[in-house]
């Protein structure tokens, strides 16, 4: 977020986007080349596949447009939502049961939103709702995670996703991209790398464990986003 962040200050939102997952895209080829070929990256709910990477696409800009506009630990504690989105889209989309620990963990995340936000105050502002359009996107993407990484492989399920945002943010290059230096290359490719780590480890955790357990996780990123 930090390198987006720091990208979109001098490109355009759908340009940082494409780069962005092409750059993580290239980080897919020495698995596929050390794996089973191109075999690894078939999918088997295609369906579900292309939707997901919609609801990524969407869920990328607003992530890339919140830090742009506000400071990144606001942004970071106000998406602290998404664990209590996530608990409750478990029951109805996933089957899985959400105890109480659980809900009161979640809770205070969300408290801890409403602090931030403050709305009705005087210090609130409209652009204060992206990281929320961000946390519920962000949720529900990783909620159809879940359910793919029951019949695909995570290296297929993160291929496809940036696929698709490649091929939609590519579209933006009709209103103007801007000339990338090669400094700025070097940037696009630190935010693929750390995309593609991030995003497979997070499709692994929910392959492996429950969405409710995994996702209180997700405030620790408190503490990197401030440093």
Wanted: proline letters at 5%; charged letters at 10%.
């Amino acid at each position: 977020d930090a390198v987006s962040k720091h990208l979109a200050q001098s490109h355009p939102l759908g340009q940082v986007m494409c780069l962005r997952q092409a750059a993580c895209l290239l980080f897919v080829v020495p698995f596929v080349w050390r794996g089973s070929g191109l075999a690894v990256l078939g999918p088997h709910n295609v369906a579900l596949q292309i939707v997901r990477g919609l609801v990524f696409l969407v869920s990328s800009f607003f992530i890339i447009w919140s830090p742009s506009v506000l400071p990144l630990p606001t942004v970071t504690a106000i998406t602290f939502v998404a664990p209590i989105l996530i608990a409750l889209l478990s029951a109805p989309m996933l089957g899985e049961r959400v105890n109480a620990t659980l809900w009161g963990a979640t809770l205070l995340g969300f408290i801890g939103m409403i602090f931030i936000i403050r709305p009705g105050s005087g210090d609130f502002h409209w652009t204060l709702l992206l990281p929320v359009g961000a946390a519920f996107f962000s949720s529900v993407r990783d909620v159809m995670a879940r359910i793919l990484a029951r019949t695909d492989n995570s290296l297929s399920i993160l291929f496809w996703s940036s696929f698709v945002i490649v091929v939609g943010a590519a579209f933006s290059a009709l209103l103007g991209w801007r000339e990338v230096s090669p400094a700025q290359w070097g940037w696009y490719l630190l935010a693929g790398a750390v995309n593609f780590c991030a995003h497979f480890f997070i499709i692994e955790a929910l392959r492996l464990g429950r969405a409710a357990v995994v996702a209180p996780f997700r405030y620790t990123s408190l503490l990197w986003s401030a440093v």
